[in-house]
């Protein structure tokens, strides 16, 4: 490598750009003064830190950065917005980016996302940020939820710490997924009392023949479009030739008026997705016209059967203060729904009914409730009715008990919940939206979201599990990660993100050679993937020598592979892999730790700031292993160090070939191509080791079994 060659490198220094949201507007700053088509950025950056993030095997999934900015501050300007900003510099985001000059910085792209944590003077007029990376709240223990004092004033004393604070409540949230439907009520709250006694719900309304317990708590989230008709009919459907019409006159501002066309029962639809086996609650107001009969369906798209069916009422009122509410539970293998409004009087041109203010909404399941151990009866006159409602954006699930079946604050109450089986990543998704302080909206990635689904559909993995007690969100997303072989890490833009490990690799990946992009410092340490295995993936080599296994699985239940388990390790937490999904994952382990990991450390001029964690690499490099080195070999990052003093990016590598060794033979008898990137999806996604329905290669021989 000649001098000029190296020299070439550095010849488009890379420029640093920082951006600060305070609250009187944001601020931009660089290591040098920079005029962008758009901005102007002030060069008062003394020092700029080094950046680091990385995702599974090398460091802890989670790690989150903590580095500090220092400016110059000779003309006061942050001196000066201590004194006027309206709030403190505490969160403020913190967003560094680069380009270069040579594109007139057209083309930024964001190294780091985060949160201003602390601040302070220093000496000879420079000011200094503490910065923390947007990963959120991860040493924080959930479930965390709080019952506000003020939402239940007839609260008995038990179930309230004090007047000003509400209590933070372990809920067993079997909003994760399926499991809670024990029986005997064992997924109720026995640890829940002022002092943790073991009084069972929170005894939140005391009045007598009236009494309440809290059942859980989670995010209001709303699932109709436009159920108020406030400007026109959008993602509504069209029933029996009506029309549709939105009109003044609604319970609030408009409402929809449905007039029949001459076709019998005209009305509205709309389609909502919906998760087998979760409980969700509908609500309709509406208002007599011309006609005064109704009725309200929900309908199941997927095998075209009626989920619920009101059948023919009567709006007698004339006015909006007819509401028709009713809790149903998707069927399994319903995943989407239609809420159907008709008017029922017959055929007949010109006919009118109104419907205002639709909702609907997930709830929590409670098929059974105990009282002091004993099974109660629900319905209208009998022991107690299940009630919902929204309190300051949260879905509110209480036993209301009937007159004459009085508790009292002695009383052990219990119950079993229920909610639908989710994909393993929906499962993430909905336990963070609700309980964590997530917003799927802002704060995932929802390619890689979408896309891991996808991948979870593909192999048919569900996930049951419950949460009953507080845990670190650490430990529960590292439970995650190594029960599904999947990376969960944030980017660069701070966003949440879910990715499979698998043998696909992106289409086109960035090529980088030895001669152009790699600088000195090659360092291959040929025993690291043992001390990786070990330490980061629990995985030993067996004596035999002819795969990894995890010592940290236990053989619980007989449906478990000794690859699989009933994952009970973190108290109060409690979540089952079915046989065929341990088995699934048991089967790509082997694959990924059959042959040697090689982590690779390389050292990049700052052209990869392009590239994000789990991305592909191409690699040429003539130092690599093998007699001529590695000539376009595949590896995924997974740790990434960013020295913008220096312009120097230093990444750790695993090599991609190790994830599925040599070629695989799929279901369809095929042998797939020798190297994988020529692997067409979906076979990239779900691979075997021989034809799944003979148990054969290719060429006939039987396979070979690697796991029982």
Same mark, same amino acid.
């Given at each position: 490598?000649?001098?000029?060659?190296?020299?070439? %490198?550095?010849?488009?220094?890379?420029?640093?750009?920082?951006?600060?949201?305070?609250?009187?507007?944001?601020?931009?700053?660089? #290591? !040098?003064?920079?005029?962008?088509?758009?901005?102007?950025? %002030?060069?008062?950056?003394?020092?700029?830190?080094?950046?680091?993030?990385?995702?599974?095997?090398?460091?802890?999934?989670?790690?989150?950065?903590?580095?500090?900015?220092?400016?110059?501050?000779?003309?006061?300007?942050?001196?000066?917005?201590?004194?006027?900003?309206?709030?403190?510099? %505490?969160?403020?985001?913190?967003?560094?980016?680069?380009?270069?000059?040579?594109?007139?910085?057209?083309?930024?792209? !964001?190294?780091?996302?985060?949160?201003?944590?602390?601040?302070?003077?220093?000496?000879?007029?420079?000011?200094?940020?503490?910065?923390?990376?947007?990963?959120?709240?991860?040493?924080?223990?959930?479930?965390?939820?709080?019952?506000?004092?003020?939402?239940?004033?007839?609260?008995?004393?038990?179930?309230?710490?004090?007047?000003?604070?509400?209590?933070?409540?372990?809920?067993?949230?079997?909003?994760?997924?399926?499991?809670?439907?024990?029986?005997?009520?064992?997924?109720?709250?026995?640890?829940?009392?002022?002092?943790?006694?073991?009084?069972?719900?929170?005894?939140?309304?005391?009045?007598?023949?009236?009494?309440?317990?809290?059942?859980?708590?989670?995010?209001?989230?709303?699932?109709?479009?436009?159920?108020?008709?406030?400007?026109? !009919?959008?993602?509504?459907?069209?029933?029996?030739?009506?029309?549709?019409?939105?009109?003044?006159?609604?319970?609030?501002?408009?409402?929809?008026?449905?007039?029949?066309?001459?076709?019998?029962?005209?009305?509205?639809?709309?389609?909502?997705?919906?998760?087998?086996?979760?409980?969700?609650?509908?609500?309709?107001?509406?208002?007599?016209?011309?006609?005064?009969?109704?009725?309200?369906?929900?309908?199941?798209?997927?095998?075209?059967?009626?989920?619920?069916?009101?059948?023919?009422?009567?709006?007698?009122?004339?006015?909006?203060?007819?509401?028709?509410?009713?809790?149903?539970?998707?069927?399994?293998?319903?995943?989407?729904?239609?809420?159907?409004?008709?008017?029922?009087?017959?055929?007949?041109?010109?006919?009118?009914?109104?419907?205002?203010?639709?909702?609907?909404?997930?709830?929590?399941?409670?098929?059974?409730?105990?009282?002091?151990?004993?099974?109660?009866?629900?319905?209208?006159?009998?022991?107690?009715?299940?009630?919902?409602?929204?309190?300051?954006?949260?879905?509110?699930?209480?036993?209301?008990?009937?007159?004459?079946?009085?508790?009292?604050?002695?009383?052990?109450?219990?119950?079993?919940?229920?909610?639908?089986?989710?994909?393993?990543?929906?499962?993430?998704?909905?336990?963070?939206?609700?309980?964590?302080?997530?917003?799927?909206?802002?704060?995932?990635?929802? !390619?890689?979201?979408?896309?891991?689904?996808?991948?979870?559909?593909?192999?048919?993995?569900?996930?049951?599990?419950?949460?009953?007690?507080?845990?670190?969100?650490?430990?529960?997303?590292?439970?995650?990660?190594?029960?599904?072989?999947?990376?969960?890490?944030?980017?660069?833009?701070?966003?949440?993100?879910?990715?499979?490990?698998?043998?696909?690799?992106?289409?086109?990946?960035?090529?980088?050679?030895?001669?152009?992009?790699?600088?000195?410092?090659?360092?291959?340490?040929?025993?690291?993937?043992?001390?990786?295995?070990?330490?980061?993936?629990?995985?030993?080599?067996?004596?035999?020598?002819?795969?990894?296994?995890?010592?940290?699985?236990?053989?619980?239940?007989?449906?478990?592979?000794?690859?699989?388990?009933?994952?009970?390790?973190?108290?109060?937490?409690?979540?089952?892999?079915?046989?065929?999904?341990?088995?699934?994952?048991?089967?790509?382990?082997?694959?990924?730790?059959?042959?040697?990991?090689?982590?690779?450390?390389?050292?990049?001029?700052?052209?990869?700031?392009?590239?994000?964690?789990?991305?592909?690499?191409?690699?040429?490099?003539?130092?690599?292993?093998?007699?001529?080195?590695? #000539?376009?070999?595949?590896?995924?990052?997974?740790?990434?160090?960013?020295?913008?003093?220096?312009?120097?990016?230093?990444?750790?590598?695993?090599?991609?070939?190790?994830?599925?060794?040599?070629?695989?033979?799929?279901?369809?008898?095929?042998?797939?191509?020798?190297?994988?990137?020529?692997?067409?999806?979906?076979?990239?996604?779900?691979?075997?080791?021989?034809?799944?329905?003979?148990?054969?290669?290719?060429?006939?021989?039987?396979? %070979?079994?690697?796991?029982?």
């Amino acid at each position: 490598m000649t001098w000029a060659t190296e020299a070439a %490198k550095h010849v488009n220094t890379p420029v640093v750009l920082v951006s600060i949201a305070f609250n009187s507007g944001t601020r931009y700053y660089s #290591n !040098t003064y920079i005029e962008t088509a758009t901005q102007l950025y %002030k060069g008062n950056i003394l020092n700029l830190p080094e950046i680091s993030s990385s995702v599974g095997d090398i460091d802890r999934t989670y790690e989150r950065n903590k580095i500090r900015l220092l400016f110059s501050d000779a003309d006061y300007e942050f001196r000066g917005l201590e004194e006027s900003e309206t709030v403190s510099f %505490k969160n403020r985001v913190v967003t560094i980016k680069v380009g270069f000059a040579e594109d007139s910085y057209a083309n930024l792209l !964001t190294l780091f996302t985060g949160y201003i944590y602390d601040w302070r003077r220093l000496d000879n007029l420079q000011y200094e940020f503490e910065v923390e990376e947007r990963s959120l709240n991860l040493e924080n223990e959930y479930p965390d939820k709080r019952v506000d004092r003020a939402d239940y004033s007839l609260a008995a004393p038990s179930a309230l710490k004090s007047a000003a604070v509400g209590w933070v409540i372990p809920i067993p949230y079997g909003t994760i997924s399926a499991l809670g439907l024990s029986g005997d009520g064992a997924f109720g709250h026995p640890s829940l009392s002022a002092e943790g006694s073991g009084t069972g719900l929170l005894f939140v309304d005391t009045t007598a023949d009236a009494e309440k317990h809290l059942v859980g708590l989670q995010i209001y989230d709303e699932m109709i479009l436009n159920g108020g008709f406030d400007t026109d !009919t959008s993602n509504w459907g069209v029933l029996s030739m009506s029309t549709l019409a939105s009109v003044a006159g609604g319970k609030s501002g408009n409402c929809l008026r449905v007039t029949g066309d001459g076709a019998s029962n005209p009305g509205a639809y709309q389609d909502i997705t919906v998760v087998p086996g979760s409980y969700y609650r509908t609500r309709v107001y509406m208002k007599a016209g011309t006609e005064n009969e109704y009725s309200i369906e929900i309908y199941n798209r997927d095998d075209t059967s009626y989920i619920y069916d009101s059948g023919d009422l009567i709006e007698a009122a004339g006015d909006w203060s007819t509401v028709h509410e009713v809790v149903w539970q998707a069927p399994a293998g319903c995943t989407t729904a239609s809420v159907f409004m008709r008017h029922s009087g017959g055929s007949g041109a010109a006919k009118t009914f109104y419907f205002d203010s639709v909702i609907t909404y997930e709830v929590i399941g409670v098929p059974r409730v105990y009282k002091d151990g004993v099974l109660q009866t629900e319905g209208s006159g009998n022991d107690y009715q299940i009630e919902h409602s929204i309190v300051d954006t949260y879905s509110h699930c209480l036993v209301a008990w009937e007159a004459g079946n009085n508790p009292t604050e002695a009383s052990f109450i219990s119950c079993d919940i229920v909610f639908g089986s989710r994909r393993p990543v929906e499962a993430i998704r909905h336990f963070l939206d609700n309980f964590c302080g997530y917003t799927y909206a802002t704060d995932f990635n929802a !390619t890689s979201y979408t896309a891991a689904v996808a991948k979870e559909a593909d192999r048919s993995y569900t996930f049951d599990g419950a949460l009953w007690q507080k845990i670190p969100l650490r430990s529960i997303l590292d439970m995650w990660r190594s029960g599904f072989e999947l990376d969960i890490y944030w980017d660069k833009d701070g966003l949440l993100c879910f990715k499979y490990l698998s043998s696909e690799v992106s289409s086109s990946p960035n090529s980088y050679t030895a001669e152009r992009d790699i600088l000195s410092g090659f360092d291959s340490d040929p025993l690291v993937y043992k001390l990786l295995n070990k330490l980061k993936y629990g995985y030993n080599y067996h004596y035999a020598k002819t795969y990894y296994y995890n010592y940290a699985t236990r053989e619980d239940t007989d449906s478990q592979t000794k690859y699989g388990a009933t994952f009970e390790d973190f108290k109060g937490f409690e979540w089952i892999r079915s046989a065929s999904v341990a088995n699934d994952i048991a089967s790509r382990k082997v694959i990924r730790f059959k042959d040697p990991i090689t982590f690779d450390a390389f050292k990049f001029p700052l052209k990869t700031f392009s590239d994000d964690l789990t991305d592909t690499l191409k690699i040429t490099h003539f130092e690599g292993i093998g007699s001529s080195g590695y #000539n376009a070999r595949y590896f995924q990052i997974r740790k990434v160090s960013y020295d913008i003093n220096s312009y120097i990016n230093s990444v750790i590598l695993e090599d991609a070939s190790s994830f599925t060794g040599k070629s695989c033979i799929l279901g369809d008898t095929a042998v797939q191509a020798a190297t994988w990137p020529g692997v067409a999806d979906p076979d990239s996604h779900y691979c075997y080791l021989c034809d799944i329905a003979t148990g054969q290669f290719a060429d006939g021989t039987e396979g %070979k079994r690697l796991f029982d």
